[in-house]
Structures are given as C-alpha cells and as structure tokens.
C-alpha cells in the first residue's frame, strides 16, 4: 500500500477483516512498540505521529506521522481492537538516528553499481501507463477505486502498466490468475507484481539504504512467524514487497546489519496536523491534499456532493453568495468532467474546476481560501494526558491547561493586558518559550494601545516545536529554570554589549528575576570595556524599553537605571569625536544611532540634567563644520522639535547650509538630516514657507551636473512623505517664490489665514482626559500648534 491514502486504508481493513491474522507487523520503529497501546485511548485523535529523538542530541529527531486514513493507523486500530499483536518492523530509529544524514540519498553509497538516481515508483508507472501526473494515477487506480463509491470504468492492472525491462517481462500477466475479481487481496497482489517488476528493472532504485531496512524487516517477520505461523499480516509500503518475500537466509541479513552505528534515543507520541502531512519526514511520503483525503475517507457515501457541500459553507461564512442551485450545478460539472477526462470519480482536480467555474466566477482568488481551509486544513491531532515526555514537555503542558493557552494549528493573534494576572502569566510564558527556541508565538504591533500593558502576539503550534523543546529540556526540568540558566549561560558567553542589554530586557519580558544578576553583571563589564560609540548607542535604546517594564511587571530596575544612565552619559561625550569625518555611509548610520539615543533618554530616571547636557552637545553638533551634513540637519531638527531652537535660527542654519559654497552633496544631505523620514519633515515645510523658499531657492540653483548627483538622496527625502503632504508642497512651489519674511502667505492651500484661538482651545479638555489630567481654564496667550497645547 501507500503511506496515507483513504483508498489504501480501506483495502487494508477489508484485507484485515476477511483474513483475521493473529499478528499485524506494521512498517515504523520498533522502539515505539510499548507506545502502540496507547493508539486504542479514547483521548488520541489523529493526525499524530511517532517522535523519535537522541537523547544526547534532541535535535537529532525523525517523525512517522499517521492520519486517520493512513493505512498503518488502520491496521494499528484493527489489531488492538480485535485482539491480535501487533509490532512494528523497521530498522530501530537508534541505527537511523546514529547514521550520517546523507546515507541512502544515493550520492555516495556503495559500489559503483550502488550510484543511481533515484526513482519515483508511482512516476514510473503512471508515466507507462500514459498519466503525466503521478498522483493522478495513483488515485484513479487505487485511492478513488477503493475510497467511495466510483464512477463505472474498466479497471486498470497496476501490474500491466509496467514499462517492460526486457521483452521477457511483455509475458507478464495483466492480473494475477489466482485472484478473483472480488477478492480484497487482489489489488495488493497487482500492486506487489508491479513493484517486483520495477524492482527488477531498477535494483533499489537509488534507495541503497532500504536494502538495511529490508533486511531488519525479514528478521522481524521470520520471529512472528516463529511464534504465530503464517497466520500474519505486513503493512508496509508497496515498494518493499519484492524484498520482504525475497528468499534470503538470516545469516545474510544479520550481515547487511552488523556494525550499524547506534545512538540512545526516546520515543513518544506528538500531535501533528493535515498541513504537516504535506512535509516528508520519517516515511519519506508527503500528499499535497490531506483534507480532501480525510473527507473521501470519512464520507459515509456521495462524497463529490459532500465535499461541494462544504466548500459552499466555507464561501458562505466568508460572505460570498453561494445558492443550493451552485451547489448542484457544480456536482453535475464535476461529475460531467470526471467522465469525459475518463476518471472512476471526479477528484479534486474536478471539484476545484466545477467551484472555478460556478462558485467564483472563474477567479482563482476564492480557491486560495479553499486550499488552506479544506484542501489542506489546520486540523491538530491529540494524545493522551500520559504519553511519555521530557520533564520540561509536561510542564509546558501544565501551564497551558492552567493558563487557557491551548495549542492550535490555526493561526490566531492574541491580546494580552498586562495589567491582568492571568494576561501577564501568559506573556512571561511566551517570552520564556521565545528564550528558549521554542517559537510557539511571535511578538506582532498592537491594532490597540501601544503603550507597555499591553502586548499583541501571533500564536500557531507546529509538531516541531515537540523538537524544540525536546532540545530546551537540557536547561532544566521547567519553563521558568530552563530559561533561567540558558539566560545565564547566554550572559556568560556574549560578547557584543549590544546582546547583553537585549538579553536584559528579554529577562525583563519573561520575568527572570534570578537571572538578572548574572546578566547584569556582564552589562557592567561589557559596557566598562567597550569604548565604540556606535556600540554603546546601539545598547542603551534597549535598557531604556526595560526600564519601562518596572511599573507594569513589578520588576525592580534600579540597577539598570543606573548602568543606563551612565551608558548615557558616555555616548554624549563621546558623540562628537565620533561623528567627525564620517563617509556618507558611516554618517546614516551614525544618524540612526543619533535618533535612537534621543528617543531613550526621556525613558531614563532623573533624565532632565541629562537631557539638557544632551541638548548642548546637540547644539554643537548642528554647528561644526567637519560633521556630515546629514547629522549636522538631524541634530537641528532634534533641537527645533524640543523647543530647544527657535525658528529663526533654523531658518539661519539651514540657509549657511544651502548656500552657494556648500557642495550640492553636502547640502542634500542635509536636507534629508533635517526635513527626512517619517518625523514630520514634509509638514515642517508646508507650515514654514520660510524654510520651503530656502529649499526652493537652493534646489532651482543647482547645477545640471549636480542635480543628477543629489536627485536620487532628495527623491528618497521627499518619498517618505504622505501622499497628501507632497501634493500640497508641490502645490505652494507651483506658486512660485515666496518672500523670507512672508511666513503666512494669504491662501495656502488647505489653511485659513489665520489661526482660530478659540477653536485651539477646545482640544484642552479631551487632552486633560488623554493625560490625565484635568484641563485649566483657556490661555490667555496664542496657543500656536496641538504639541503646544499638549504640553
């Protein structure tokens, strides 16, 4: 049979129900034998697989995934509940695991008789008998045929649709004579004449490790039969068939294992879901259509119909008008396409065609919606409460059930309060797990409140992240321990000052208390030893986000306060040597660590000497000739926005900036340090005509030459602005020159002439309610701009 197929599955419980073998041997690792009594609990419901893993590198792991229609989860079921024993027969996953990871891919194994690409048996027949799709093939021949009811078609040998080796093989019987057309062994027994003519054909067909396996598998089946006769039934994968009743001698399979590395390992049950069926892993078989699969598997009859059934619910939900007459006219469609294309029953392939067509209007935009939710679907399997697990898997698990935080397979987004005791466990859970490896969620921007209580995080639980935290269980038997001592261990081994501080604020998150010595200790030392500027500034954004925490989380950050004050105090002195003679790179650069450090220090304790110390230095860089001009008009806008430099001023250094003796380079860049990014420039100058003449003026007076040197910094300048912004710059430019003195021309488009003080007064009270604050009486001086009212 296949791997995961619904057509398969049901042969093999027919197989099973007419045959009542006493032993089924299953094709998987025989360290999960004690497991398989658990497949019976009533609590575990596939999709799951068997994880298997190093216990001295958890990350060494291989998975066997089975779904409900996975013909080894069949016969699993079949055996436990009829009585008869069952077993799995592969080679151990302590030989698989120890080995190199390319043994078997063909490139590099055996003799030169070994060295063969490796082939696709489905490929190979369908390809003989006509199909340029592999799995349409297999469908029309096997999962189809077997699955559901079927449309009536002369059926189809797989055994006949071998391409011939030799003129020998033409001799081959289109199906074998012993069987009769009713009998339920008759489709394996084509099968397995198929595959022992590919076999012979191809050898291993580039699979030299499956001669290892095989041979595993014969000593396994030789002692069931030992104990139970013939009386016993094998699952595995149609390819091994030829091998496994291949006449060897157990001489020569012990041999073909003798000497196989082996590695101490651990096996488990994992929930897995329909999109992770699609990967290859363990089996080495994906499907691309999982949930179509389970739905022919689980439709009690007229699956087509069903199947349209549900795809109009999905539509409807998603408000698209979709009517009982769709419905009905897609199934005649289907129905009608399956028999002119020759098919025993309109697949998906028909279905999608027919929804195209009469569901969306021929979109395809639809069907995208309809592959993720049905097609494949986000369906998380179960396992039972008592699985076996490392100490820290069931710890997790204890946290989630006690803080209502279940794994999904559909992506959700959480909001968290923190100001909630149960929002708050969960966010340090989170950013534990995030310390750990362990991505369960991902920290996204808030659609709310961007203020600290609050955080927003994307969750969506993959069978991976068994892995992860398998891998996680060295740090220690719980969450909160293991993230402890990988925080410590991480704090010990950084040796960027950068990494430390975003270390400190991850034990913040997560609410390590007891790692903060540790981590704040090498802060100490990394900040007294590293004297780059560019490094210290790139820390202290970091402290100052961590110092926000303390209120929210009850976290104490004197000790931080104190190390990211005197980070500060280090970066404004050495600010100014460091921005002298900076290349245009180094400059942008340093410009960003300009703007992150000025946005931190309103965030620090006891921050007004510091900032007025700040400003100064600030001051001096607006004003000194051998810093780039790009930092030179950033330090100038810092200072216009703080109220620390007045308009007339502004006015001064921009136009020493743009004068004729500044190079046109220079005073662009300029130009983008002042007026650039997302920081209101483009507003600045539609308020200051002042400043637009000069810019104006500047730019009309460039050379050609160098116009085409500047135009691409300018246009990166003025691209940032809104939409709205640049329409009504080029608006007041079209108008022509403006006088200097002339800041509030008559009929600037979008403004009134004059400002209405009465009108500004009347924000006062909803932002006394914003800040919290009640509002005063009207001022009696000209309240200017909103930020001035604010204030």
Known sequence: MRHHGPGSARAVRAVLDAERPAAVLVEGPPEADALLALAADASMRPPVALLAHAV??????????????????????????????????????????????????????????????????????????????????????VEHRTAAPVHPAAPVHPAALVRPADPAALARPAAPADRAPDDPMAPFAALAEAMGALREAYGHGGHPRDHVREAYMRLRLRDARKEYGDDVAVVCGAWHVPALTRKTTATADRAL???????????????????????????GAGIDSPGWYAHLFTAPDRPVERWLTKVAGLL????????????????????????????????????TDAVRAVMCDGSDVPLDLIRDRLVVGDVLGEVPADAPAVPLQRDLARLQRGLRLKPEALERELELDLRKENDAARSR????????????????????????????????????????????????????????????????????????????????????????????????????????????????????????????????????????AGLAERIRVGMPPACTGLGPDAAAEMRGHLDAVHSALPLLPDHAELTDRWTGMLRGLAGRDTVPGA?????????????????????????????????????????????????????????????????????????????TDVLPLLRRTFSAYEPGVRRTLGELVARGPSTASNRQDTGIPGFATGLDEERADGVLPVLGLLLGAEAGPPRSEPVTTAVEASR
């Not at 955080?455 to 060295?474: D, F, I, K, N, T």
């Open 257 to 283: 294992l003798k000497g196989l590395p082996k590695v101490r390992t651990e096996t488990t049950w994992v929930p897995w879901t329909h999109r992770r069926l699609a990967r290859r892993s363990g089996y």
């Open 56 to 141: 001295d590198d958890p990350g060494r792991a291989a998975f066997w995934p089975l779904a409900e229609f996975s013909p080894e989860w069949v016969a699993i079921r079949w055996a436990l509940s009829h009585g008869a024993a069952v077993r799995f027969i592969d080679l151990p996953a302590a030989h698989t695991l120890a080995a190199d990871p390319t043994w078997g891919d063909g490139e590099g194994d055996g003799d030169e008789a070994d060295q063969q690409v490796r082939i696709d048996p489905i490929a190979e027949l369908a390809e003989a008998a006509g199909y340029d799709d592999p799995e349409r093939w297999w469908e029309d021949v």
């Open 631 to 707: 930092i030179r008009g950033r330090a100038a806008r810092l200072l216009l926005d703080e109220g620390r430099l007045d308009d007339d001023e502004a006015a001064r250094l921009m136009g020493l900036a743009l004068s004729p003796g500044i190079p046109p380079a220079d005073a662009a860049a300029w130009i983008e340090g002042f007026v650039g990014g997302a920081s209101g420039g483009g507003m600045l100058l539609v308020h200051d005509r002042r400043l637009l003449a000069l810019v104006d003026t500047w730019l009309t007076g460039v050379t050609a030459d160098a116009f």
């Open 316 to 351: 409807r939900d998603e408000d698209r008008f979709v009517s009982s007459a769709h419905v009905i006219e897609a199934v005649r469609l289907a129905q009608t396409l399956a028999a002119m294309r020759g098919r025993p029953l309109a697949g998906l392939g028909e279905t």
């Open 429 to 564: 859970l989170l950013h534990r797990l995030t310390l750990l490896g362990v991505r369960w969620g991902e920290r996204v921007a808030g659609r709310g409140s961007t203020g600290t209580f609050r955080e927003s995080w994307r969750l969506r639980w993959q069978p991976e992240l068994h892995v992860q935290v398998a891998e996680a269980g060295v740090w220690g038997t719980t969450v909160a321990a293991a993230a402890t001592a990988k925080a410590e261990s991480r704090a010990l081994e950084a040796t960027a000052l950068a990494d430390v501080t975003a270390l400190a604020e991850r034990c913040l998150l997560a609410g390590l208390g007891e790692a903060l010595p540790t981590v704040m200790a090498a802060l100490a030392d990394r900040a007294a030893l590293d004297t780059d500027v560019g490094h210290l500034a790139q820390a202290l954004p970091a402290l100052a986000r961590s110092l926000r925490y303390g209120d929210v989380r009850a976290t104490d950050t004197a000790a931080l306060g104190e190390v990211a």
